[in-house]
């Protein structure tokens, strides 16, 4: 594959690829324990030693950010891998054997895509209770029916194709042609899907987390973050910044990533929205 | 001269008049959090209730900015027969919103409703130690009591006069005798209180109507009242009020609240049955320290009693374990033979943020203090129902006080009390408070109250934290609010808009 | 064709089913005794007053009866008392439906009027350095969390205007300039992410059909320019974007919690949010199944039109 002109790509890669390292690696390079409390030395603005400041308890805003990354991350791709396994299987279960199994699959989706996308949400966290781990949950079963509607259609293509025909007639079992035929040809839609909903996924737990039911403190969530410090803003504007900024950043990141794949991977593909 | 002065007083009073007719066509608009989920001054008692029903109903006394009983829909009142009878004079020509004048049938109604098991009072327990009720005529009753209950005068603010047949569902609508009427609530978007015409004290209420705006939003609270949106914010949270302080147009007041901000521990929960381990979580906390964090220093240290209820409350200075001792807490720990760190799971309520903010400073303490506390930030409903199932092994939350200490003491922690989740008891301290129910001399209540408070501050089922300083926000054109430590907004009745 | 409309229709009400079970189910799901939340958390209350009022609202009987009585009010139009107010959960809706609804339609409508030539002149300069900053900056209006925004344009306005209404809600009727300038602040927060959206499918659309071979053949004719990208690229590119359009007024209903949250607007997203605070069963049930079902039913409208338009689609079930 020649190497893509794209400078989009490329600046959407960088950025990813920095904020995923710098989530991995936040309990090495952040300076402070993100849950440590400096009363005497709150509200402090950006200087040495708190080089973004401290929020309303004197923790240190830098190390909040990067381990916010960590867990914000932790759950836009744990909820996308999740709904990419579930959604995305029964997206070509339904493709492949099509009439009642297609039907019962599609329809069930529907009743899932159907709920607004924070309403889901709200709906699954309050029989789950409030829990960093029942976030990720629910934002997965939120995007389970958008990947099962989307890998379908192509998947329904490739199932009718030379290809795959010749497969069955050499006697591959069902789940052999699934696996080594069908999903291989769908990953450039997986992987511009994938990228763009974690970019999604990362808006909808600032979301919860704003309205009260995300990430739960005091676990360093950006979202939480922001939501937190809103309502210090004139006093102490540095949390929102920075945490703001992340999520921003974040969010942008991959979404700029999916953009700039589509158009790289699939023209077809652009449009699609 | 002394006909002069009474012309100059009666055209001081027709000008007031003639001003009182021009504001009476104004509204308030009062910015407020949360949406009152039921109206019933009998069954609700949540801040977001009182903070509309203070206004609607009243009872035979009512409290004052200094806290002091005075009276309200009775004029006087005698106490006999060793503090066990206690007769009412009605103030005359009480009129309900809906134009029935009050007399002693309702007054004696409203008081066997709320003690009626079948009503479902929390107010119950303040009254159960009335016996009877009389109503010799029209315009005075006679409570006998079972024993004599010294705090009942200032407890029967909080008993709404009703009347006797109120012919409404009390939970969606009202008639009470207050200066104002709702006329009109949309659920989570606001309720209109509107003058009550034929008000008992002439003059009042000087404003036509009340607004009250639900505005969840503390941010848009704010910028509502800075740009002149709303004129009234009754409570306010320190850090906003911090903000708001010295915003052109915008006034803020303060007083010492009696809410406070508490841990409450499980007492069937092993080791917390043990009174060293509960003693160790006294002594890993370091209250100034919240009052910094959380209060933005406006508040201060509590112990059982609020620092606002100046004659009671015994000064923290008195309790040992109000001195932090992170290492002190440790060997408490290692002495009741638990194995460090104990694991603590602690209950938050999520709808509170200063029970919310408190409850992260605790918990970075009392890991510093060997224990390993995990927060676990419930629902409101969910918290709900944990506590009163005594489902938890310590929780966080905010509480409100009264003003009388035997109202909050002897329902928390006298052994079957009805807000004893703690499942706490301590024959000792039963004793002391029975006795300081039923004595009427302050000094000997005094005596036996500051038992109780050192009985209950180090080694009591609940670790009091902070007593936080109360604000109320409002546009500099609003005359004659005072902000309450009771968080009442009774004062508006006299407020105006200039 | 007819085949095909008729398998939609039983389509869709079998998903209507299905969201009707799945919203009765859910409340349902929720741990904390609504009973037990109604009668207060300091109340002495008796287990009998609790199987009192369970049994007024007919919890104590078993779930399938309580669903089937449920939804047969519904068929009948009846959508139950809510339990606070006593008033008729419809009722209740219709109260709050206005609000939510005046936000979509203008949200929608302002994203809807500028996406259309901020797209078409992004497909026009396509390629040079503007397309990218210009994309670069849509691609962070749709990543910008809708609390966040409009928290900004709070404080914006509160630092340039501090007199601008900013927040709460009054009528139409009683304050016509009051009500447009409370709504404006809501109106930007929620609608810009979706200018930024749908601008961008009007871009790859118009990109689409500038390619197409009509398209050429009209500017080999010598068709001047301005025509070709009006009359010929726009009306076909404007077929995804009617779709897209339909897709996002249903996420709107999810961005309108957070914004009436945010700007304490008295709309349908505030009633659902307190309803689940306060366990109102009726009223969730309600409310959850009316989105969903106009949701459900856009997108069949929606499904129906792309037949008739475009056979194309015709194959797959």
Avoid at chain 2, 115 to 126: F, I
């Amino acid at each position: 594959m020649r190497l893509p002109r794209s400078p989009l790509l490329w600046i959407g890669l960088v950025l990813v690829l920095v904020q995923v390292g710098v989530a991995v690696a936040a309990p090495w390079i952040a300076p402070y324990d993100p849950l440590q409390q400096t009363i005497l030395a709150r509200m402090r603005p950006p200087g040495a030693p708190y080089w973004f400041g401290t929020d309303n308890f004197g923790r240190d805003v830098l190390s909040r950010v990067l381990h916010g990354y960590r867990s914000s991350l932790a759950v836009s791709a744990a909820s996308v891998m999740g709904a990419l396994l579930v959604g995305g299987s029964l997206g070509v279960i339904a493709a492949y054997y099509r009439g009642w199994t297609d039907r019962i699959v599609m329809r069930v989706m529907d009743v899932l895509f159907a709920f607004p996308i924070i309403l889901l949400a709200i709906g699954i966290i309050a029989v789950l209770g409030p829990r960093t781990g029942t976030t990720a949950v629910a934002i997965g079963i939120v995007y389970v029916p958008i990947f099962a509607r989307l890998l379908r259609g192509p998947a329904l293509v490739l199932a009718e194709s030379e290809f795959v025909q010749a497969a069955k007639v050499l006697g591959v079992s069902d789940v052999g042609i699934m696996l080594g035929h069908i999903v291989p040809n769908l990953a450039s839609v997986i992987l511009v899907q994938a990228s763009l909903s974690l970019s999604t996924a990362i808006l909808v737990e600032a979301s919860l987390s704003f309205l009260g039911i995300g990430t739960q403190p005091p676990t360093p969530s950006l979202g939480l973050m922001l939501a937190e410090s809103r309502a210090f803003l004139l006093i102490s504007p540095w949390p929102s910044v920075f945490s703001g900024a992340a999520i921003l950043l974040a969010a942008f990141g991959f979404n700029l990533l999916g953009d700039a794949l589509r158009d790289t991977l699939d023209p077809r593909l652009r449009g699609r929205d | 001269m002394f006909l002069r002065s009474l012309r100059t007083a009666a055209a001081a009073a027709s000008l007031a008049v003639l001003l009182m007719g021009s504001a009476s066509a104004q509204t308030l608009e009062i910015a407020t959090d949360a949406s009152p989920s039921g109206l019933d001054p009998h069954l609700a008692t949540a801040f977001a209730t009182i903070l509309i029903n203070g206004n609607i109903y009243e009872g035979l006394t009512a409290i004052d900015t200094d806290l002091r009983t005075v009276p309200a829909l009775a004029t006087e009142w005698t106490v006999t027969d060793e503090g066990k009878t206690y007769t009412f004079k009605l103030r005359p020509n009480v009129a309900f919103h809906n134009g029935k004048v009050m007399t002693s049938a309702d007054v004696a109604a409203s008081v066997r409703r709320v003690v009626n098991p079948q009503t479902g009072s929390p107010l119950a327990s303040r009254f159960v130690v009335i016996d009877t009720v009389e109503t010799p005529d029209a315009g005075t009753v006679v409570l006998r009591l079972k024993e004599p209950a010294a705090p009942l005068l200032s407890q029967l603010a909080s008993l709404a006069v009703l009347p006797a047949e109120p012919g409404v569902d009390l939970g969606r609508q009202t008639v009470g005798t207050g200066p104002f009427r709702l006329t009109q609530w949309v659920p989570d978007t606001f309720l209109m209180l509107e003058k009550h015409a034929a008000y008992w004290e002439a003059g009042l209420p000087k404003l036509g109507a009340l607004k009250f705006n639900i505005v969840p939003d503390a941010t848009a609270r704010q910028v509502g009242l800075a740009g002149g949106t709303y004129h009234l914010i009754p409570v306010v949270e320190p850090a906003i009020a911090q903000t708001l302080q010295g915003r052109p147009g915008v006034q803020v007041q303060n007083t010492q609240d009696l809410a406070y901000t508490l841990i409450g521990i499980n007492t069937t929960k092993p080791p917390f049955d043990n009174p060293a381990v509960r003693e160790a979580i006294n002594t890993a906390v370091d209250r100034s320290q919240i009052v910094q964090a959380v209060l933005f220093g406006r508040g201060e240290p509590g112990g059982p009693l609020s620092p606002g209820l100046k004659d009671w409350a015994v000064p923290t200075s008195e309790f040992p374990c109000y001195r932090p001792d992170a290492a002190k807490a440790r060997q408490l720990l290692q002495g009741a033979g638990v194995t460090l760190p104990l694991k603590v799971t602690m209950n938050v309520i999520g709808s509170l943020p200063l029970a919310v903010e408190s409850s992260q400073v605790v918990q970075a303490q009392m890991n510093q203090a060997g224990f390993e506390v995990t927060l676990n930030v419930q629902e409101q409903g969910r918290f709900i129902q944990d506590w009163r199932a005594s489902n938890f092994e310590v929780f966080a939350s905010l509480n409100g006080g009264g003003v009388d200490p035997d109202d909050y003491l002897y329902r928390t922690f006298r052994t079957g009390g009805s807000t004893n989740v703690f499942k706490y008891s301590d024959p000792q301290l039963d004793a002391l408070l029975d006795r300081a129910r039923s004595t009427a001399d302050m000094g000997q209540r005094q005596a036996l109250y500051r038992q109780a408070q050192q009985a209950l501050a180090c080694r009591g089922p609940i670790a009091h934290l902070t007593y936080s300083t109360l604000f109320a926000a409002h546009r500099q054109n609003v005359e004659g609010f005072t902000v309450m430590p009771t968080r009442s907004t009774r004062s508006l009745r006299s407020a105006s808009l200039r | 064709m007819l085949r095909l409309i008729l398998d939609r229709a039983v389509d869709l009400l079998v998903v209507l089913f299905g969201v009707s079970v799945v919203a009765f189910l859910m409340i349902r799901l929720i741990p904390g005794d609504a009973v037990q939340i109604m009668l207060g958390a300091n109340a002495a209350v008796t287990e009998e007053a609790m199987a009192a009022l369970r049994a007024r609202l007919g919890l104590d009987q078993p779930m399938i009866v309580q669903y089937l009585s449920w939804i047969g009010g519904v068929l009948r139009g009846d959508l139950g008392t809510s339990i606070w107010t006593g008033k008729p959960v419809l009722e209740e809706i219709l109260d709050r439906i206005g609000v939510t609804a005046e936000l979509l339609v203008l949200s929608l409508g302002f994203a809807v009027i500028l996406a259309v030539p901020a797209g078409s002149l992004m497909a026009y300069v396509r390629g040079g350095a503007a397309d990218q900053i210009v994309r670069v900056i849509t691609i962070a209006g749709v990543t910008m969390p809708g609390f966040w925004l409009g928290t900004l344009l709070i404080y914006g306005f509160y630092a340039w205007a501090p007199a601008w209404p900013a927040v709460g809600w009054v009528p139409i009727g009683q304050d016509p300039a009051g009500h447009f300038q409370r709504m404006l602040l809501p109106t930007l927060a929620l609608g810009l992410p979706i200018l930024a959206s749908l601008s961008r499918i009007v871009r790859s659309a118009m990109l689409d059909a500038l390619g197409q071979d009509y398209v050429r053949t009209a500017r080999a004719k010598g068709v001047p320019e301005r025509t070709v990208v009006l009359r010929h690229a726009l009306r076909n590119a404007l077929i995804p974007f009617v779709t897209a359009v339909g897709i996002t007024a249903g996420y709107l209903f999810g961005g309108t919690i957070v914004v009436e949250q945010v700007f304490a607007l008295p709309g349908l997203g505030r009633l659902v949010i307190g309803a689940i605070a306060e366990r109102n069963y009726p009223l969730i049930q309600a409310t959850i199944l009316l989105v969903t079902t106009g949701f459900v039913v856009i997108n069949f409208v929606v499904d129906l039109l792309y037949l008739v338009i475009d056979p194309r689609t015709r194959g797959g079930g």
